[in-house]
């Protein structure tokens, strides 16, 4: 069991930065893989990064390439995000995810196990 807590979401002007963070909780957090979504008003939740168990590798989604920069803590369980040139399309709901070890693809929601509560984020153009 992990339980996942966002923080760092508000309000910030188009090109501007902010940083998520996940705080997990329970057993074998440096075991699973950490996810990032978002769900922009009215849309579904799409996938924006992960990275694996140990930190080495991870994976973008194509709209936060370049952009966006996923990290993780094991000693502290923790994972973030870090977004910088942000625009008005960023806006949404964004979701921690935590992905047992051997689970499908990690750019899909039903991958995950375990979610957080979500922050939002607010770009304003």
């Known amino acids: 069991q992990v339980h996942l807590v966002e923080s760092g979401g508000g309000l910030v002007q188009a090109g501007g930065s902010l940083s998520l963070s996940c705080a997990a909780s329970?057993?074998?957090?440096?075991?699973?893989?950490m996810g990032w979504f978002r769900q922009p008003p009215g849309e579904k939740r799409e996938f924006v990064a992960y990275?694996?168990?140990?930190?080495?590798?991870?994976f973008y989604g194509g709209s936060a390439k370049g952009r966006f920069t996923i990290s993780r803590d094991n000693a502290k369980n923790t994972v973030n995000l870090q977004m910088t040139s942000l625009k008005p399309e960023d806006t949404g709901v964004y979701y921690c995810a935590a992905r047992p070890p051997r689970g499908a693809s990690g750019i899909l929601p039903s991958s995950y196990a375990y979610w957080g509560q979500g922050t939002r984020v607010t770009v304003s153009s």
């Open positions: 990275v694996e168990w140990s930190g080495s590798s991870v």
């Open positions: 329970g057993r074998s957090f440096s075991t699973y893989t």
